[in-house]
């Protein structure tokens, strides 16, 4: 088999012991790694037409794997205007209304990535910029992608004026007093009655935006990610884009398993697993347990300072526990959606009595995990959960002192025990760290870097919330390398650099493990490597 990459000069990382390898160049033919040794030795495997890349000493890390990330959807809900740094509701009001100046005679304003955190404790609500929107049909999702706000118009057009009943237990239109919509929706279900109202872009327009997404996403050091959804064309998107050798990341697609799925349903999905191309394939099913607690969905054990996430997302949580053990038996892994502690500790009993009843040892994870009491951690390990950890989410939507939203929700107690990836690692549990994008950004030293700082991004110099629960440089490095390897059942193939594994690379200007934290999302990202070829290239090399 011909040599098709090699690389030169190398400083090669193992995200096992930390260490480097002695060797300092590798070869790479037929998507995989095939030798390792000294410059001399491995340049003399190049034939004229062999790729030869010298890295003057640049550090190579296996393929960095985001553990969650939507990328259909989310090249899809980041078009538009992005709201995300905005921190009060005058600046919400001024990034709106130059938007509206901008807006064609009877256009949609789309905005994301607003944070709830702007109402300063006020009702989420369109109330703050009705004289903004006043006549513009206008939606902007919340960035937990759980919830949006409608304008009056944007209401009116879809015809919703007053509450509604959903069979996903804890989407709502929410209404005042006098049962009219103040304009925020929660779920999908909800947010679906206004946006298909709206004109929707083109199927070619969404297939470019995706492919645009997925080629920066390689460029931030991306090699693959765990697509947490197959809605709509995602999975007509990645064939396509496969086959046409434009698919820049190796991606793992979990379909939905929504309330309301019959066996027919059920029976579809496990025949579904193992579908794909030659870069992608489905394995897994992604299913919800709860919402999220800024909007007042999630599953607690006690209600929120509200009163509110009292009720888990499937109407009767024994059929979700069925499912589990259906699937379970049939072999295929789950990702489940639980961000309350009474979400994460109704998915751990549904596994334990899944395993009791017997089955082909399928890998279960749970995603997200943001607060958890102390007799939660253990069950991870002991049942062999996976644990699917967004620190940047901690970093970016909650303060160390706790007056952001989500933490007055929880009160005291529950908001110190927030994303606890160092109790949970510490308790033997494997954690797989990831964005969740479009939720927080995808560039995966980003990631990583707020897995050790758990600061604000934007603000460096702001205090840490919950320091006792970072992990170590060589711990991040696992959660994107080795442990997104094991939770996809590919760690005799992924998660290193050895000979016979895939030639999935991320080249670095710098040691991830020698960074400060603080620094690390600056290193540049010289060269990402996706089955033996180059998927981005540093104009350095």
Request: charged share 25%; hydrophobic share 40%; glycine share 10%.
């Amino acid at each position: 088999m011909d040599t098709s990459l090699i690389l030169l000069s190398a400083r090669l990382l193992d995200p096992v012991t930390g260490d480097f390898l002695p060797q300092t160049a590798l070869a790479a033919a037929g998507g995989r790694i095939t030798a390792l040794g000294g410059n001399q030795e491995i340049r003399a495997l190049a034939d004229a037409s062999t790729t030869v890349i010298d890295l003057k000493g640049a550090v190579v890390t296996p393929g960095l794997v985001d553990g969650h990330i939507h990328p259909v959807s989310g090249a899809e809900m980041t078009h538009g205007l992005d709201l995300s740094r905005c921190t009060d509701v005058e600046q919400v009001r001024e990034e709106l209304a130059r938007a509206v100046r901008d807006l064609a005679p009877g256009g949609w304003l789309h905005g994301w990535g607003l944070d709830p955190n702007v109402f300063a404790g006020g009702p989420v609500a369109t109330a703050p910029f009705d004289s903004v929107l006043d006549g513009v049909p206008a939606l902007l999702q919340l960035f937990d992608a759980h919830s949006m706000l409608a304008s009056r118009r944007a209401l009116e057009l879809a015809g919703v004026d007053g509450p509604r009943t959903f069979g996903q237990a804890t989407a709502e239109v929410v209404c005042d007093a006098a049962r009219r919509p103040t304009g925020l929706l929660l779920e999908d279900a909800a947010c679906e009655l206004v946006e298909r109202t709206a004109p929707q872009p083109t199927r070619g327009e969404r297939r470019e935006r995706l492919a645009a997404t997925l080629r920066a996403m390689a460029a931030a050091g991306l090699t693959g990610g765990h697509a947490m959804d197959a809605n709509g064309d995602s999975l007509a998107f990645y064939a396509e884009l496969d086959a046409a050798g434009q698919l820049p990341l190796r991606l793992r697609v979990a379909p939905w398993c929504q309330p309301g799925t019959g066996p027919d349903g059920v029976r579809a999905l496990i025949g579904q697993q193992g579908a794909g191309g030659r870069l992608w394939r489905t394995d897994g099913v992604k299913i919800f347990m709860d919402g999220t607690i800024d909007n007042g969905t999630a599953w607690l054990e006690r209600p929120d300072c509200h009163g509110e996430s009292r009720h888990a997302f499937w109407p009767d949580p024994e059929e979700y526990t069925r499912l589990i053990g259906e699937l379970h038996r049939a072999g295929v892994p789950t990702a489940t959606h639980a961000i309350g502690d009474a979400a994460v500790r109704h998915v751990l009993d549904a596994v334990e009595k899944a395993q009791e009843g017997g089955g082909r040892g399928a890998r279960h994870r749970v995603e997200h995990i943001e607060t958890v009491p102390d007799d939660t951690l253990r069950r991870f390990a002991g049942l062999g959960v996976i644990a699917s950890m967004q620190p940047t989410h901690c970093c970016d939507f909650t303060r160390a002192d706790h007056t952001d939203n989500w933490s007055r929700r929880l009160g005291e107690e529950r908001a110190a025990r927030a994303w606890r990836c160092r109790d949970l690692h510490d308790s033997g549990a494997v954690v797989v760290l990831g964005s969740d994008w479009p939720i927080a950004p995808y560039p995966p030293l980003e990631v990583m870097a707020g897995a050790r700082h758990r600061r604000p991004t934007r603000d460096l110099a702001r205090p840490p919330h919950g320091p006792e629960q970072a992990l170590t440089a060589l711990e991040a490095l696992q959660g994107m390398t080795v442990n997104a390897a094991y939770a996809a059942g590919e760690e005799h193939e992924a998660g290193r650099i050895a000979i016979g594994h895939r030639a999935d690379l991320t080249v670095l200007a710098a040691d991830p493990l020698a960074t400060a934290a603080t620094e690390l999302p600056q290193v540049p990202v010289l060269l990402t490597v996706l089955d033996g070829e180059p998927t981005h290239r540093d104009a350095r090399l």
